[in-house]
């Protein structure tokens, strides 16, 4: 997966302080998103990777703003679109240069449209025309745009699809396979109602898109800090070392066929983006098993990825990430992966604790913390990093 094109290696100190940049964008855009952290988490994961996102689930819930807030979070020039059966291609790609026109050129203009979008999201995107389908196939796998006497190379880091279901036509089974990484979601679980309609009470973050008056921050933090990071961590993942966990990952790969998981020989290869994308963002060069959480992404189904999750256990009942520490859980069931969710999560809750107004109390909800952190491990397998968060959690709520 080496690029020699690749910028010259970033430190490892610095990589590590992009993941941790990276994991505090996707944390501020998931803040009052119930139960769509690893949809945010996902489509940075993919953004390092160069891969695409699928995400499927019912009307309602929450999809296209868990990418707008990732995206919004991230900065850089974000299109949006909801396709439809009658949808022009112009809509996407932008309209025919009249001037280029008049001498005989059949060019495009695409500013402000999706060949120029650093990050895009298709609403109902296998509804779109073959016009459109056919010519987003092209920018989806080479990123240039060619149309007409129109070739752009595009600076696309992901492209997020969204539907309410998997296509049944075969003639779109080729374009979906471009999306090599796919979350499915579902209604918010009665039992997190209450946090729901709270969560719905409180302002949006505020977006970085390119073009708005915060758009064009270099500063530490600020949305071109927030691409490069992003950049560089690609950067580092096409050049991540993969050769020691490749035969665990033939292996796995392996068994997701013999359990009837479909995996072709691309999103075999491609897992392999996935897994580099996932060792970055836990601030390494070299991926390990700890990465292998990655791979129920690819199948291509609800049912089959909890299948892939059952059929991988072993081989990913370590697996964690400290950057992505919700997706990492939810797709591996890991102890490890959730020690590092409630570790961060317990970290983030206390910061919020302190900078709180004198009067207001959240303690409650550091109880509950204390409470899930308790239920899930007993104190003797407690992680370090997670016994001092317990510890200082413990402190935070005693009586002063």
Not at 31 to 54: F, Q, S
Not at 57 to 76: C, F, H, I
Not at 115 to 133: C, K, Q
Not at 220 to 226: A, F, L, Q, T
């Amino acid at each position: 997966m080496t690029d020699t094109s690749t910028p010259t290696e970033a430190p490892p100190a610095v990589l590590r302080q992009d993941a941790e940049l990276i994991a505090g964008v996707v944390a501020a855009a998931g803040r009052g998103l119930v139960d769509r952290e690893t949809v945010a988490e996902v489509v940075a994961l993919c953004a390092v990777a160069g891969e695409h996102l699928l995400v499927v689930g019912p009307p309602g819930t929450a999809k296209s703003e868990a990418v707008r807030r990732v995206a919004g979070q991230l900065g850089g020039r974000y299109f949006e679109y909801l396709l439809g059966r009658f949808t022009e291609p112009n809509e996407l790609f932008g309209p025919v240069d009249l001037r280029s026109l008049r001498e005989g050129r059949v060019e495009f203009e695409t500013a402000g449209m999706l060949p120029e979008a650093d990050i895009a999201f298709l609403d109902e995107v296998f509804l779109g025309s073959t016009a459109v389908l056919n010519t987003l196939l092209g920018l989806l796998n080479e990123r240039v745009f060619r149309r007409g006497g129109t070739a752009l190379a595009s600076p696309l880091r992901v492209c997020v699809g969204a539907a309410n279901h998997l296509p049944e036509d075969p003639a779109l089974a080729a374009f979906a396979d471009r999306f090599l990484a796919r979350v499915f979601v579902d209604p918010v679980a009665d039992a997190r109602l209450e946090e729901l309609l709270e969560a719905g009470r409180r302002p949006a973050p505020v977006a970085h898109h390119g073009g708005s008056p915060t758009g064009t921050g270099t500063g530490p933090g600020g949305p071109d800090d927030r691409l490069g990071a992003l950049d560089r961590l690609a950067a580092a993942a096409r050049g991540c070392e993969l050769d020691g966990v490749t035969p665990l990952l033939a292996s796995a790969l392996r068994r997701l066929r013999a359990a009837g998981v479909p995996v072709g020989d691309r999103r075999a290869v491609r897992s392999q983006r996935l897994v580099a994308a996932a060792a970055v963002l836990d601030g390494r060069t070299v991926a390990t098993a700890r990465d292998l959480w990655v791979l129920p992404l690819v199948a291509p189904t609800a049912d089959t990825q909890a299948l892939a999750r059952d059929t991988l256990g072993d081989l990913i009942e370590k697996a964690a990430n400290r950057s992505l520490t919700h997706a990492a859980e939810e797709l591996s069931r890991s102890s490890a992966a959730r020690a590092e969710r409630l570790a961060r999560t317990g970290a983030a809750l206390l910061a919020d604790h302190r900078g709180l107004p004198e009067g207001r109390d959240s303690r409650l909800r550091l109880e509950a913390a204390l409470r899930e952190i308790d239920a899930g491990f007993a104190p003797a397998d407690l992680p370090a990093a997670l016994a001092g968060i317990r510890a200082e959690l413990v402190a935070a709520v005693a009586p002063s």
